[in-house]
């Protein structure tokens, strides 16, 4: 039999172009969980918009929700583009996948900015620590001494991109692995039902340039070293009781915007989700010790949004009829008459 | 000696920063509220605070508007250009100075009228002495010239309307000012102004103001903006009016204003919001034109409406900011890598700003392409005169959007980016319309937007983006035409230049040129500019650059033959356009082909 989301729709409905990645590649994974994720969400697919950047990672939204519209932009401002058109129609959902390039390097400045304005969008970083559509040269995001297939290990400090967005007040700050599918799909759920800037950094190996065991983001050093704070269960707010057991030790409860929980089955005792200071040290520690932190790192749902701050009409302005966004011609009267006197 | 009625020229030299701007619109405004022709240029620094800055006004009851070849009265009022303001003077002008500034004043063949104007100032208020030292000048024109006394009193209550304090204190100043002039001057300026019948409808406005308007008015639903001089006030005029404006009647707004990272940022913005079906607008100058080009050259080829105002300052680099100038002409019509062409609308007048301000929309969503708005911190900065603005003739053009499934259902082999009715133009769908969604991208694309590097594909595509923008002649604002019998000399001109045209048309009259003129009102260009070449001996591209760069469009886009009996004209030192210079360039270039 068919399965059914709750909109009725078949997973199919969600589903993409074929890849044209290299076979293997995290980012694959990625794009099945996101497919996954907005499947069991039940969003209708022509509500969401899919935007990225330039890069390996931004040619994904030709692989899935092959009913939403997209934009694939230019190179690092994906951000400016999504902020523009999250303007004209707050109510589309904004899916947004870019690089550890797009993002750390080129698209740094964008990335910080529609952070501080705390956008309504989910964006995924596909952090491979290499520019795999150039061939393999180091990104921003590479730890120092770790090293890709060819050539010397990296000497300069990495840019932690959760940190950075802790920092700035980013309202949803995830942390993940492309090969952790419980845990990812968790997320994308969880930062789907978020309202506001929802930022996770996926670690995706680059099968081509840095799967090797030196790389810090290979598939093995991965697996070895990921720092699990806390077993997630996304539980929906149109079936909140058939999809998870309820865990038998220590848990805590995000509750979400459109009414859905994430719960944190406690790993890590001491980290505190609500607390930018212990997200922080969390990230710093494992960065430490050369390993990855992955759950949930950071949660704040007092942040007005971009749009909210703006005070803007209730209803998307793209659906305004002309009348409300052309002044009356009476209204020029008055204008010119002010004017004259 | 002979009086002479309004047609002079004042030059006031302040220091930035002092509030000289105040004096001289009061001077500016009352003249105006007397019916003269009158216009005025702020020549200003990019400071905030102590450099130079000199503001011309120009009286003519021909309705010259360009600064005269000549200053007839002038203010002195900084010790830094004091000499060699003083140095360039013709004998016989009138200079008031400011006696406080212990500077000499030796110009024994100029008429000297000192005034203590700081001390006075002083006297009223120890504190704002600085700022209101300079409205003792304006008392002192106003006694020279003969404003009326009403006239200046409403330009002040203009100029600090609401302030009670600010106008009673400013109101003294002007007062002490005339006073001192009538009892210790005894010349008698052969200068003077008339009251003339004044348009009830008419007022002063600055073009980024108007253009904010015709924004607003064109529905403009998102401005992202990062700040620059000349643009800066553009931006701020929308976030002005909004308010007043653009609510929805219950609270909300439907204008969203952002100020962005920076003008790559802002530029994005403007894609997202016409992508998304929006009506998106930046306002910038030619630096940020330089940081938008990547997205102007996505907005082309990916096909989506946006509008960018580019109110030109003088480059290359960050140039001379705060100076006038047509220099981004060309960039402006082929900006970004790769084959491209922009629509460029060039306003003359504040109306055409208004008018130009909302019709960009219209043709951005029309043609599904980046709409330019060419200005200049002449014209984007200076006040013009108008007689109001005309509420738009018609509905808005929302151009080709499919929005619901019937009219999908209508075309026969939709894709978006297949031209199936022969104008280069295709139907697009929006995001959130589940109506044939594609992936848009900057990279090959087939008509159905699919991702593509086939050959033919991509020659098809780049043949059919050219036949679209080349339909939009004849539906782009078309050329101002005046047209003389004898069909001499034909002068091709554009943008501000539009202020000095009348001036230069009567000085190559007196030198026995009898001139027709066009104004080109939009790239590209309408096939009657070409005609206008045709039935002329000669024609001259008059521009405020140092390249002609119009002249290099035109010399690329028309026929060969035509070439030869077309010349440049083009010059640019940063001053808005002076008419004796660019007429005798013009007299030069006739003389050297004759």
Known sequence: MVRLNVIELEKSEYTGGKSSLCPGCGHDQISNNIIQAAWENGIQPEKIAKMSGIGCSSKTPAYFLGKSHGFNTVHGRMPSVTTGANMVNKDLSFLAVSGDGDTASIGIGQFIHVIRRNLDMVYIVENNGVYGLTKGQYSATVEKGSKKKKGVPNQQAPIDLCAMAINLGCSFVARSFSGSKKQLTALIRAAMSHRGMAFIDVISPCVTFANNDESYKSYNYVKANDEVLHILDYIPHFSPIEEVEVPEGEFREVNLFDGSTLRLETVAADHDYTDAVSALSAIHKSEKAERHVTGLLYYNENVPTATDALGLSETPLVELSEDLLRPSEDSLERVNAGFRS | ?594
């Open chain 2, 1 to 594: 000696m002979e009086k002479i009625v309004n047609d002079f020229v004042i030059n006031v030299a302040t220091a930035n920063g002092t509030g000289s701007q105040s004096s001289n619109l009061i001077i500016l405004h009352s003249m105006f509220e007397m019916g003269i022709p009158v216009s005025g240029k702020n020549l200003f620094p990019s400071n905030i605070s102590g450099l130079p800055t000199w503001f011309i006004i120009r009286v003519s009851d021909k309705g010259y508007q360009a600064p005269g070849d000549v200053t007839n009265i002038q203010v002195l009022m900084n010790k830094d250009t004091w000499l060699k303001d003083l140095e360039g003077l013709e004998p016989g002008t009138i200079v008031i100075y400011n006696q406080d500034v212990k500077l000499p004043v030796e110009r024994e063949d100029c008429v000297l009228l000192g005034m203590p104007m700081t001390k006075m100032a002083r006297k009223i208020n120890p504190k704002l002495g600085r700022l209101i030292a300079n409205m003792y000048y304006v008392g002192a024109i106003a006694h020279l010239l003969g404003i009326d006394d009403g006239a200046i009193e409403k330009a002040v209550q203009d100029q600090f309307k609401g302030k009670e304090k600010a106008v009673e204190l400013n109101m003294q100043a002007i007062s002490e000012g005339i006073s001192f002039a009538r009892e210790n001057w005894e010349f008698e300026s052969h200068f003077c102004v008339e009251s003339r019948e004044k348009n009830p409808d008419s007022f002063l406005i600055e073009g980024n103001e108007a253009v904010a308007l015709g924004a607003i008015y064109g529905g403009i639903s998102m401005l992202s903006w990062y700040p620059i001089t000349p643009s800066s006030s553009l931006a701020e005029s929308v976030i002005e009016w909004v308010p007043e404006l653009r609510s929805d009647g219950s609270g909300g707004s439907t204008c969203a204003v952002i100020q962005a990272e920076d003008e790559l940022a802002a530029a994005g913005m403007v894609l997202g919001a016409g992508w998304a079906g929006g009506r998106g607008m930046t306002c910038t100058s030619g630096p940020g034109i330089s940081l938008m080009s990547e997205f102007i050259g996505l907005f082309y080829f990916s096909e989506v409406p946006g509008v960018i105002w580019d109110v030109n300052r003088v480059g290359p680099s960050t140039g001379l900011p705060t100076r006038t100038q047509q220099g981004d002409l060309s960039m402006l019509y082929e900006a970004s890598h790769g084959d491209t062409q922009h629509i460029v609308l060039i306003p003359g007048t504040v109306d055409e700003c208004f008018e130009f301000g909302w019709r960009a929309f219209d043709y951005a969503e029309r043609f599904q392409t980046m709409v330019f708005g060419f200005n200049d911190l002449d014209l984007g900065m200076n006040r013009w005169t108008t007689n109001g603005f005309q509420y738009p003739d018609g509905p808005m053009d929302r151009g080709k959007v499919i929005r619901s499934q019937e009219e999908m259902g209508a075309i026969a082999n939709y894709g978006r980016y297949r031209d199936v009715d022969g104008d280069g133009i295709p139907f697009r769908t929006l995001p959130g319309s589940g109506l044939d969604p594609i992936l848009y991208r900057g990279t090959g694309h087939d008509e159905d937007g699919i991702y593509s590097e086939d050959p033919q594909v991509y020659h098809d595509t780049m043949e059919r983006l050219k036949r679209k923008i080349d339909g939009s002649r004849t539906n782009l604002p078309e050329p101002v035409i005046r047209e003389e019998e004898d069909k001499e000399l034909g002068v091709i001109f554009y943008g501000s230049m539009e202020n000095t045209i009348v001036e230069i048309d009567d000085m190559l009259g007196e030198a026995g040129v009898s001139t027709s003129t066009c104004r080109v009102r939009a790239l590209p260009m309408h096939p009657e500019v070409e005609n206008f070449v045709r039935r002329h001996d000669r024609t001259i591209v008059l521009e405020i650059n140092r390249d002609g760069q119009l002249f290099g469009i035109i010399r690329k886009e028309f026929p060969t033959e035509l070439i030869p009996k077309i010349h440049s004209v083009a010059y640019s030192d940063g001053m808005p356009p002076r008419a004796r210079v660019y007429s005798d360039m013009i007299l030069e270039v006739l003389n050297e082909v004759s």
